[in-house]
């Protein structure tokens, strides 16, 4: 038998064959032989056994790697959503709070707002808004004065709803800039 495994093509393969490979070279490798022999397998263990330990060793290493990948990236979201991103929010201008808040209590989390506001520029940078357009035929000089529906996103909602500090921080920028962030809005 003549094996021509890569083990570049090895890396390449889906996470669930990996496993299977780990499984069924280890298998091989540590059943009994009383095992091995009713099933005829015994043979192939002797005659291959050290490309089968290769085998297992380096799926299992790869497979160990890409759990710790999985779990890495699981972790880090969830140090983006409970620390970070809200750090992001608690660390905006209490104008910005306040327009965040006025989405946030709308019904369906949209709002008009100005495309050439400086404040919402920010908030569209900061992946918090999004704008809901395709394309607006507009004079140049309109562009500060045009209302752009904008959505918040579902991150900032979910943040908001599990973390009562953000929504009272965010409320009390709102009734500090009430009279300022209306002019926004209606223009």
Known sequence: MNFNISLEDLFKLPNWIIYIICASSGSLLFLSDEILQKIYLFNIREEYGYILGLI???????????ILKYFYKKMKLIYNIYYKDKHTILDLSTYEKAILFMMYTSENYTLKLRLGDGAVVRLKDENIIT?????????????????????????????????????????????????????????
Do not use: C
């Open 131 to 187: 704008v809901i357009y395709g394309y607006y035929l507009t004079d140049a000089l309109e562009m500060d004065r045009l209302l752009v529906p904008h959505v918040l996103q579902s991150w900032v909602i979910k943040l908001i709803n599990s973390n009562s500090k953000v929504l009272i921080n965010l409320e009390e920028s709102y009734f500090e800039k009430e009279a300022t962030i209306h002019n926004i809005i209606e223009g």
């Open 56 to 66: 297992f060793i380096v799926s299992l290493i790869s497979g160990v790697g890409l």
